[in-house]
Antibody, heavy 122, light 107 residues
Framework: QVQLVQSGAEVKKPGASVKVSCKAS????????MHWVRQAPGQGLEWMGW????????HYAQKFQGRFTMTTDTSISTAYMDLSGLTSDDTAVFYC???????????????WGEGTLVTVSS | EIVLTQSPGTLSLSPGERATLSCRAS???????LAWYQQKPGQAPRLLIY???TRATGIPDRFSGSGSGTDFTLTISRLEPEDFAVYYC????????FGQGTKVEIK
């Protein structure tokens, strides 16, 4: 069965960086896009971007261009989200979600990680 | 960029009642690639509907989606206790925006 398992909660100081991982299993990792979604406390969902694990190609939402970087390690079927220059406004839960089949059917994200809470506090 | 606006913000209903949630797009949704998600506190979103009207795997048939172009609706025919949650719509191609959510709460 498809599973996305994310790394644990993080507490960071302002100005620091955080790297969240998302380990995929139960499917061919390089066959599907991976998305990242942010949810600030008590707020709605914000799509951040996608990565193509097959070739490393990325597309970032305009709001998240600059400080946000997505990468993958295909040898361990893991996607990463790196956010730098953290401020208190970055306190949020970050989700990974499997997207469409690469080069194939457009799919809504059906499989999601459990979320990783990143808290930014001095 | 497309913007999705959900209404109402909060829906107060009793178990057994019918819930009707709206998602309106500022421009036509590409190929009706419109999804609905349910989210409960402390949980990841759960895909309910994709392609505006197709139920995802394992979703009960009391959930139905309809609409095309710029106006979409999620209907829960008879609310069960586990259906009280927040619901989001999303265009899942291109800029992939989410609506701001509708909370369905117990009256």
């Amino acid at each position: 069965q498809v599973q996305l398992v994310q790394s644990g909660a993080e507490v960071k100081k302002p100005g620091a960086s955080v790297k969240v991982s998302c380990k995929a299993s139960g499917y061919t990792f390089t066959g599907y896009y991976m998305h990242w979604v942010r949810q600030a406390p008590g707020q709605g969902l914000e799509w951040m971007g996608w990565i193509n694990p097959n070739n490393g190609g990325t597309h970032y939402a305009q709001k998240f261009q600059g400080r946000f970087t997505m990468t993958t390690d295909t040898s361990i079927s893991t996607a990463y989200m790196d956010l730098s220059g953290l401020t208190s406004d970055d306190t949020a839960v970050f989700y990974c979600a499997r997207g469409s089949l690469i080069g194939g059917t457009t799919l809504a994200p059906e499989y999601w990680g459990e979320g990783t809470l990143v808290t930014v506090s001095s | 960029e497309i913007v999705l606006t959900q209404s109402p913000g909060t829906l107060s209903l009793s178990p057994g009642e019918r819930a009707t949630l709206s998602c309106r797009a500022s421009q036509s949704v590409i190929n009706n690639y419109l999804a609905w998600y349910q989210q409960k506190p402390g949980q990841a979103p759960r895909l309910l509907i994709y392609g505006a009207s197709t139920r995802a795997t394992g979703i009960p048939d009391r959930f139905s989606g309809s609409g095309s172009g710029t106006d979409f609706t999620l209907t829960i025919s008879r609310l069960e206790p586990e259906d009280f949650a927040v619901y989001y719509c999303q265009q899942y191609v291109d800029s992939r925006p989410f609506g701001q959510g509708t909370k369905v709460e117990i009256k």
